[in-house]
């Protein structure tokens, strides 16, 4: 977003289309020559996951020698953003149509997707057992293929909306590493609906914490629920 509309000073419409596709096309990309090699010699998870951790430092390096590892905001002028007061709470317009709006609207359309479309079904097939899957006839290294774009396309509108609000630095996926596998471990791993509520779990303990204690222990919090959840309930709060 930041090559689109700041550099190239392209429109905001066509530059977040651009974005979310090379987002997309990365991942894709990225699982054609490395994750469907890993997955086909019948990789475990554990190595997928270093694998994934490796591409991410690689990704955050590359970025910071081309765009530097100083904070940058996406748009072209503060005054872009403007502030509303919402039952007493501040929120910009960033917040507003990324908390409110688009994140309620993509969770409802990927519950959509998954339950009650074709390829929703062939991916909770996969999940459930891939050689079966295959075995009736399931093409799975394209389903496959659309995940991993759809993923990035994701992945790329989280990091527009942080852009937009905050800022953000080639080195911001650290930040959400951890959050995010914490996330799923809460809520339960073969969920859906356990990786969400997870995440708002996470969000709220977090934001607790700062209110309790201070912004400099925000980071602790996904530690601590993290070995609590792997000592109480290693399964997740929702088992599917």
Not at 6 to 19: C, D, E, G, H, Y
Not at 46 to 62: C, D, E, H, P, R
Not at 153 to 170: K, Q, S
């Amino acid at each position: 977003m930041f090559l689109f509309y700041r550099m190239q000073n392209i429109a905001f419409l066509p530059s977040l289309l651009l974005s979310l596709t090379a987002s997309g096309l990365y991942l894709l990309l990225a699982y054609k020559f490395i994750f469907k090699i890993l997955i086909e010699r019948k990789a475990k998870n554990l190595v997928l996951l270093i694998v994934s951790f490796g591409l991410l430092t690689a990704t955050s390096a590359i970025l910071g020698m081309i765009f530097g590892s100083q904070a940058t905001i996406v748009t072209r002028h503060l005054s872009d953003i403007d502030v509303v007061n919402i039952f007493g709470a501040t929120l910009n317009t960033v917040q507003i149509v990324g908390g409110l709006i688009s994140i309620p609207i993509i969770i409802l359309s990927l519950a959509y997707v998954r339950y009650k479309t074709r390829f929703g079904r062939a991916v909770r097939a996969i999940e459930d057992d891939s050689e079966v899957a295959e075995l009736v006839g399931i093409p799975k290294n394209k389903i496959l293929l659309k995940t991993f774009f759809l993923s990035g396309m994701l992945a790329g509108m989280g990091g527009i909306l942080e852009g937009l609000d905050v800022g953000i630095i080639p080195a911001s996926g650290f930040l959400y590493m951890l959050p995010t596998i914490v996330a799923v471990v809460i809520g339960g791993m073969q969920s859906f609906w356990g990786g969400i509520l997870g995440a708002f779990i996470l969000a709220i303990a977090q934001q607790l914490t700062i209110v309790v204690f201070g912004g400099s222990w925000v980071q602790a919090v996904p530690f601590v629920i993290l070995i609590i959840m792997l000592w109480i309930r290693p399964e997740g709060i929702l088992k599917r």
